[in-house]
């Protein structure tokens, strides 16, 4: 036994430790591209946005942001976009792409993010997910964000990210790696109402960059967030019972193949910069859904620092390609 998980855990560090591995599968080629006019609409900041060389373009400038949703809410599915960054000084900036139904029980909401939070000069951008189950109706918000830099420059050209939201998993996509798997394990912990999606570009100078210490520079205006590629399958909120989600994965099953999930950790390892479960100053008995590290064998370890384990430990559901 001992010499069996040495050998493993130094496979482990092997891959963690060389070049981008493949995930393997591409759930993106698997959605079709849908027209932007046929399944969103301008949500406010309409005269922040045109359509050039088949991308969205959206701004900010001092006097409004912009954003847009979907027609209609879903209760799952993949909703994916490619999106290309504004350059240069952005501190305090928000582009986003994410579900929500913060309009249909305001207060006391679920949301499920991508956000890249702005930055300064010299400093690469900071990718956030998060996700919110019922809101902060009582004025205590609870998230769980994760935030990772990119392996890549964002601004330079489109790159993928996508949602998908399954009723037993949240996986979060850049380029077709999953980039974090958030599990469901109980009804408390999980959103659950159906959702609408959106995207936008604000002010979030109070929060967006180092806590808010550098705000949204308007001699820098306008701010441009571009997408394009729109991909979206899954269940609206008025489907018959037996409609399911696409896979993220080769089995139709959920969860994550060997070799995608060895991409996340290669992900985690190299680029993940905060991890709300590790952050000493949250109140982790609000999150009892904190996940441990879980391996192929289904051998786990809990770094320090982990939240403490509460009656709702999650697994990650690999299976064999």
Not at 107 to 117: K, T
């Amino acid at each position: 036994m001992t010499i069996f998980l040495l050998t493993f855990f130094m496979l482990i560090a092997s891959y963690l430790t060389n070049g981008q591995p493949s995930p393997g599968f591409y759930p993106s080629s698997k959605i079709p591209t849908i027209p932007f006019n046929q399944f969103y609409r301008s949500l406010w900041g309409s005269q922040h946005q045109r359509f050039d060389q088949n991308s969205l373009v959206m701004w900010l400038d001092k006097s409004s942001g912009s954003g847009f949703k979907s027609q209609r809410p879903y209760r799952s599915g993949y909703f994916g976009t490619s999106m290309k960054l504004h350059p240069g000084y952005t501190a305090g900036v928000i582009s986003s792409f994410y579900l929500s139904n913060n309009e249909d029980h305001p207060g006391n909401h679920d949301e499920v993010d991508i956000e890249f939070l702005g930055t300064t000069f010299g400093k690469p951008y900071t990718l956030q997910t998060n996700v919110y189950i019922r809101g902060s109706g009582d004025g205590n918000l609870i998230g769980r964000e994760e935030k990772i830099h990119l392996w890549f420059d964002p601004t330079q050209g489109f790159h993928n990210y996508a949602i998908l939201w399954s009723p037993n998993e949240i996986i979060f996509f850049v380029d077709d790696v999953p980039i974090r798997r958030y599990p469901r394990k109980s009804d408390a912990t999980f959103p659950l109402r159906p959702m609408y999606v959106y995207g936008s570009i604000w002010d979030a100078s109070s929060w967006a960059t180092e806590n808010g210490r550098y705000k949204v520079d308007y001699r820098y205006q306008p701010f441009y967030v571009r997408y394009s590629n729109f991909k979206l399958e899954g269940c609206a909120a008025n489907s018959p019972p037996w409609c399911r989600p696409p896979s993220g994965s080769p089995a139709r099953t959920g969860g994550l193949s060997r070799q995608q999930f060895m991409a996340m950790l290669w992900v985690q390892k190299n680029y993940k910069v905060y991890d709300y479960c590790r952050d000493p100053k949250r109140d982790h008995t609000q999150t009892p859904d904190s996940p441990p590290w879980f391996f192929p064998t289904g051998l786990f370890m809990r770094p320090p620092g982990y939240c403490p384990p509460g009656k709702d430990l999650p697994t990650i559901s690999l299976i064999d390609v």
